[in-house]
């Protein structure tokens, strides 16, 4: 079985410190169909919006506010920003929000935070069935990137995913983190392809363009097409070389 995979390109990460209008026209003009991007609350929104139409680009998701979701005490904080986010979303066309969970907790036993987790995804599962919008958890690698972070490897987020029971919470499979914090990505990635509602990219070492480094990223879309997935893989990296350039090459694969 054959799927559609679509790349989506993260202007915040590929055009970092480039005004937003000015990314989504070299987005536009690298043959790529998609933007991403992180914050919401920090962009003009109707100067996104209104350049993406003019370019015809699609927004494939943007993140949630960052509050923890394993200190049950931040919960109707986490709650309050995903209502926000939720209402952002949906004015601006995109149905993902990307949502990191928080960092451990150490004076806290690890299955106490756990079962935070998994409760304050369950009180947010009916506002996001709701709405139609899918919430997708990211597990990110805290060897490099992100020492301190509580979700690292996929097999705990997709079983969080389980518990929670909610076609509307996803999780984001990030291919370069989970290259770093698990390795076996084609194996555990196509096994759960259905817990899984976004895809994130980057060369490994150096987090820079998908033709560099160790990842055969070709082989890994493949694997992931025959799996039937129907979705986005969003392109967030550094570029070493001019993006637009990058962009042009990566595009060629899809």
């Known amino acids: 079985m054959s799927a559609s995979l679509i ?28 933007i991403e991007f992180w914050s919401w609350w920090d962009k003009d929104l109707n100067a996104l919006t209104t350049a993406t139409e003019k370019h015809g680009l699609e927004i494939s998701g943007c993140c949630t506010k960052f509050v923890s979701l394993v200190d049950p005490a931040c919960r ?3 709650l309050a920003g995903l209502q926000e986010s939720i209402q952002t979303a949906r004015d601006i066309g995109t149905t993902t929000l990307i949502s990191q969970v928080g ?13 935070s987790l998994v409760d304050g995804l369950r009180e947010a599962a009916p506002a996001l069935e709701t ?17 301190g972070y509580f979700l690292v490897r996929s097999d705990e987020a997709f079983r969080i995913i389980e518990e929670v029971a909610s076609p509307n919470v996803k999780v984001v ?14 194996s555990n990635l196509t096994a759960h392809t259905d817990k899984i509602g976004h895809f994130h990219a980057a060369g490994n070492p150096g987090r820079h363009e998908l033709t560099r480094g160790e990842i055969n990223y070709p082989e890994v879309f493949q694997a992931i097409r025959t799996t039937g997935y129907n979705g986005y893989v969003g392109l ?17 694969w899809f």
């Open 7 to 34: 790349p989506s390109v993260c202007i915040d990460s590929v055009f970092e410190n480039v005004p937003v209008v000015e990314a989504i026209a070299s987005v536009a003009s690298s043959g790529i169909g998609a």
């Open 76 to 78: 109707d904080d986490y």
């Open 103 to 115: 960092d451990f907790r150490h004076e806290v036993p690890r299955d106490e935070q756990y079962q």
């Open 131 to 147: 709405s139609g919008i899918t919430l997708v958890i990211e597990p990110l690698n805290e060897l490099v990137d992100h020492a």
């Open 173 to 186: 499979f990030d291919i370069y983190h989970q290259q770093i914090s698990e390795g076996n990505v084609i």
């Open 236 to 252: 967030e990296y550094w570029p070493v070389d001019d993006p637009v350039a990058g962009l042009k090459e990566i595009a060629a």
